[in-house]
């Protein structure tokens, strides 16, 4: 399976980006989807996740109540809506594809994406 996530760039503070990622090659809807983002300097952390059907949600506390992970199974596609962005939200934000059932977990995912880079300037 390869993903390939978009939607990142420069934003200012309080934007309001949505990120996609899109799977080919295989089906996203026999995995658990999440996000993760690394920033300069610091290890890959975990932020959004959601299960096969998206009755299960998780958000990591920082981006809970601002972020909103959903996915599209037919179109292959899980999102990341991103509201009242902050200076602190600047990373490269990854999408990937658990297959071991520990969402929180980055050594859980099998299937990663590129990466895409959000900036957010105040």
């Known amino acids: 399976v390869q993903l390939q996530a978009s939607g990142g760039g420069s934003v200012q503070a309080g934007g309001s980006p949505r990120l996609s990622c899109t799977a080919s090659?295989?089906?996203?809807?026999?995995?658990?989807m999440g996000w993760f983002r690394q920033a300069p300097g610091k290890e890959r952390e975990f932020v959004s996740a959601?299960?096969?059907?998206?009755?299960?949600?998780y958000y990591d506390d920082t981006v809970n109540g601002r972020f909103t992970i959903s996915r599209a199974n037919a179109e292959n596609t899980v999102y990341l809506q991103m509201n009242s962005l902050k200076p602190e939200d600047t990373a490269v934000y990854y999408c990937?594809?658990?297959?071991?059932?520990?969402?929180?977990?980055?050594?859980?995912?099998?299937?990663w994406g590129q990466g895409t880079q959000v900036t957010v300037s105040s």
């Open positions: 090659g295989g089906f996203i809807s026999s995995y658990v």
């Open positions: 959601i299960n096969v059907v998206g009755d299960r949600i």
């Open positions: 990937g594809a658990d297959a071991t059932g520990q969402p929180y977990e980055s050594g859980s995912y099998i299937y």
